[in-house]
């Protein structure tokens, strides 16, 4: 059974980082990615990485404080986000199997982790 499993949410101040973790089991994938969906909000795509070779995609707007990594040996997709800001008040979903920013390709997710920051 394929899973995604996020961690690493929680409550951060404005300003300060934090960084979410992917677990995949039952497979392994080329690729991964992160989005998110703020309430009343669409999901949106925040990065994208290849396992192999570690090419990278991120959202115009995200580039510069987000950064996504990965752990071969892990099977683990990181995602590092600093000086964050309220805006970035999301469910953060993890994804596997597509190279996209779009949020349907994917045919695997995660479960979702909760990243509020105060003001």
């Known amino acids: 059974q394929v899973q995604l499993v996020e961690s690493g949410g929680g409550l951060v101040q404005a300003g300060g980082p934090l960084r979410l973790s992917c677990a995949a089991s039952?497979?392994?994938?080329?690729?991964a990615g992160w989005f998110r969906q703020a309430p009343g909000k669409e999901r949106e795509f925040v990065a994208a990485?290849?396992?192999?070779?570690?090419?990278?995609n991120y959202a115009d707007s995200l580039k510069g404080r987000f950064t996504i990594s990965r752990d071969n040996a892990k099977n683990t997709v990181y995602l590092q986000m600093n000086s964050l800001q309220p805006d970035d008040t999301a469910v953060y979903y993890c994804?596997?199997?597509?190279?996209?920013?779009?949020?349907?390709?994917?045919?695997?997710w995660g479960q979702g982790t909760q990243v509020t920051v105060s003001s």
């Open positions: 990485i290849r396992w192999s070779g570690g090419s990278t």
């Open positions: 039952g497979r392994t994938f080329n690729t």
């Open positions: 994804a596997a199997g597509a190279w996209d920013i779009r949020a349907a390709p994917y045919p695997y």
